[in-house]
């Protein structure tokens, strides 16, 4: 059984990824960044989800010589030709401060008519073997802005991203439902055929 590692500590990815994985067919053990502490934490400098993840991909594939996951995500809305995007976690300067992040967007689109708030969630996930072999997909999840958050489940932006052809937000939806739609999800999926093909 081929060991794979995913680039993240966030047990939920790690979850979701393994599910996918073995809904598959795929015999692959997914391990979290955790079960090497000593690797250290990769500085996200590209100018794109996918760069991004390919850094990551390729330091952990380097660091633990087994083949490497990376994901990199965000929020691209239309009106501000596909911001905050890869600075999503970082919008309003401090990582990670979902309701700054928040609050700040929704003022910068305060007098933006409702039928021009089109975003969409985009994810990355990559692939690196530590032969230096690299693949990449994406995925991605459209919806309209809502002008006040709604909804306690998920994280980040999703208390006011509706997706396409529903009434609710994402942080409405059930973890099923929104993982069956989500950017990552839909990237994840993707991957499959590709762990398929380069690790058998």
Same mark, same amino acid.
């Given at each position: ?36 502490? *000593?690797?250290? *934490? ?15 991909? #390729? ?5 633990? /010589? ?18 905050? /995007? ?8 401090? #990582? ?61 932006? *999703? ?42």
């Amino acid at each position: 059984m081929t060991r794979l590692i995913l680039a993240t500590r966030n047990a939920g990815k790690i979850t979701e990824l393994r599910a996918i994985l073995a809904d598959a067919g795929l015999p692959h053990e997914l391990v979290g960044a955790d079960a090497y502490p *000593d690797v250290p *934490d990769v500085k996200e400098t590209g100018t794109t989800f996918a760069e991004n993840a390919l850094l990551k991909a #390729h330091a952990l594939a380097r660091a633990t /010589g087994l083949p490497a996951v990376a994901d990199d995500s965000g929020l691209c809305v239309d009106v501000l030709n596909g911001a905050p /995007g890869i600075f999503s976690a970082r919008w309003a300067g401090r #990582h990670g401060d979902d309701k700054a992040n928040l609050d700040l967007l929704l003022a910068q689109l305060s007098d933006i008519a409702d039928e021009h708030r089109g975003a969409h969630f985009a994810c990355a996930a990559a692939l690196a073997l530590p032969d230096g072999t690299e693949r990449v997909v994406e995925g991605q999840l459209r919806g309209v802005l809502r002008r006040e958050p709604s909804g306690t489940n998920g994280f980040g932006y *999703d208390p006011i991203l509706q997706p396409e052809n529903d009434t609710r937000t994402c942080a409405e939806l059930t973890p099923a439902e929104k993982n069956a739609i989500s950017h990552r999800g839909k990237a994840f999926r993707a991957l499959v055929p590709v762990v398929r093909e380069l690790l058998g």
